[in-house]
C-alpha cells in the first residue's frame, strides 16, 4: 500500500471497491494498481510544489488515483488484461525500468527526464549544442505568430531560450485546452454530396515499441526514433513518395529535443544532419520542408487527445491551400507524426488530389 498522503490510500480503496463490481470475477494485484499511482505520484510531486499554498491537493490526488481505479475496471471488462494478468501498467513499467538503467532518476516529471535524456544521448553522438534546440523553438514561436489559433503566439529568439544544460523551460510543450474534429469520408460520398475531396490519407502506419526501446541504452530510441523511423520509412514505401518529395510536416514536438530527432527519425536528413539541417533553414519556410506550419505543440498547444486530430486540420488545409498566413507555397505532400512514449508513433501521409 501507499501511505504518503491519506488521498492516496482513499484513492486505493475506490480502486478496489470499483475492482469488485467488474462482472467477471477477475481481479488485479495491487501491486499493479500501486505502480499507476506511483506514475500519478511523479507527476503531482512537480504539481504540489508549484500549488503548496493552496488548497485542495489532496482532494485532485484522489479524483486522480480514483480516475485510475475506473479505467482500470474498463481495461478489464474490455479484456484488455492478459490472461497472465499483464497489464498496460506492467508494460509501462519495463519502459520506465529500460530509462532508469540509463539516466539517475530524478525528481522531476518523467517527461522531462524522457526527452531531457534523448536530447543529451544527441548532443554526445552529433555534437549538437543547446543553441540547436533554442532555434527549434524559436522557429516554432515564429510558426505560431502566424496563426491565430496558436495558444502562445509571442516570438521569442534563440537567446530568450538558451539556459545551461539540456533542457529549458520553454523547449517543453504546454499542456493546454483545446479541441479538433475531422470528418473522412469516401471519394463517392463526397461526389454525391458536392463536397471538395482535394485531399487523400495516402499511406498510414502504427509502429509499437520495439526491442531496441528497452534494450539499446540510448535514450532517442527509448523515446521512440526507432518507431518513428519505421512507421515513416513504411510510409515512404506505401506511397511511393519519398521524403525528399514532402512539402510540409507537423510533427510531435512535445519537446525541441523530440523536433530534432524527428527531423532524422522521418528521414528529412541524415542522421546526424539536424543540426546543419537547422542552421541552412531546411526547416522552414523558404528551405526543403516547413516543419510545424502551426506552431506546433511547443507554441500552438498540446491538447493531448485532440494534438493528433490538429495536425490533420492543419496539414489538410495546406494541402487544400486554405491555411491562409501560414500556407506553405504549393503544398501538395505532407506528413503528420503522432508519438506517444511507452509506446506507439503513427505516420500519415496527405496528398492532394
Not at 91 to 102: L, V
Not at 190 to 198: E, N, P, V
Not at 213 to 231: L, N, P, Q
Not at 281 to 305: A, C, F, M, Q, R
Request: net charge neutral; hydrophobic share 45%.
Amino acid at each position: 500500500m501507499i501511505d504518503k498522503s491519506g488521498a492516496n490510500l482513499a484513492g486505493l480503496q475506490a480502486v478496489n471497491v470499483i475492482l469488485k463490481f467488474t462482472g467477471n470475477g477477475r481481479t488485479i494485484m495491487v501491486r499493479q494498481v500501486k505502480y499507476l499511482n506511483n506514475i500519478l505520484e511523479q507527476d503531482h510531486r512537480f504539481i504540489k510544489r508549484i500549488t503548496r499554498p493552496m488548497m485542495g491537493f489532496k482532494a485532485f490526488h484522489s479524483a486522480a488515483a480514483t480516475l485510475a481505479g475506473i479505467e482500470t475496471a474498463h481495461m478489464i471488462r474490455k479484456g484488455q488484461i492478459a490472461a497472465n494478468g499483464a497489464t498496460a501498467f506492467q508494460t509501462f513499467a519495463e519502459f520506465e525500468a529500460a530509462s532508469d538503467a540509463i539516466l539517475s532518476p530524478i525528481d522531476v516529471p518523467f517527461a522531462l527526464s524522457y526527452f531531457g535524456g534523448a536530447g543529451k544521448s544527441h548532443m554526445e553522438k552529433y555534437g549538437t549544442t543547446l543553441n540547436d534546440f533554442a532555434e527549434v523553438r524559436a522557429k516554432a514561436s515564429r510558426h505560431a505568430a502566424k496563426n491565430p489559433l496558436a495558444v502562445f503566439r509571442d516570438e521569442v529568439t534563440a537567446e530568450e531560450v538558451m539556459w545551461p544544460g539540456v533542457l529549458h523551460r520553454l523547449m517543453a510543450c504546454p499542456p493546454t485546452c483545446g479541441a479538433a474534429a475531422a470528418v473522412l469520408v469516401s471519394a463517392e460520398f463526397a461526389r454525391r454530396r458536392g463536397l471538395g475531396a482535394k485531399v487523400a490519407i495516402t499511406a498510414q502506419e502504427m509502429v509499437t515499441d520495439r526491442a531496441s526501446t528497452f534494450d539499446s541504452g540510448d535514450m532517442m530510441r527509448v523515446v521512440g526514433y526507432d518507431m518513428a523511423a519505421e512507421a515513416a520509412g513504411k510510409v515512404y514505401e506505401s506511397a511511393g513518395i519519398g521524403p525528399g518529395e514532402v512539402d510540409v510536416v507537423e510533427l510531435h514536438d512535445c519537446f525541441a529535443q523530440n523536433e530534432l530527432i524527428s527531423y532524422e527519425a522521418l528521414g528529412l536528413c541524415p542522421e546526424g544532419g539536424a543540426q546543419r539541417f537547422i542552421a541552412d533553414g531546411d526547416n522552414t519556410y523558404g528551405g526543403k520542408v516547413v516543419t510545424n506550419p502551426s506552431g506546433g505543440l511547443l507554441s500552438k498547444g498540446h491538447p493531448l487527445g485532440a494534438t493528433g486530430l490538429a495536425q490533420c486540420f492543419e496539414l489538410t488545409r495546406q494541402v487544400r491551400g486554405t491555411a491562409g498566413a501560414t500556407q506553405v507555397e504549393g503544398a501538395r505532400v505532407a506528413l503528420q507524426h503522432n508519438l506517444g512514449v511507452g509506446g506507439a508513433c503513427v505516420v500519415t501521409m496527405y496528398q492532394a488530389v
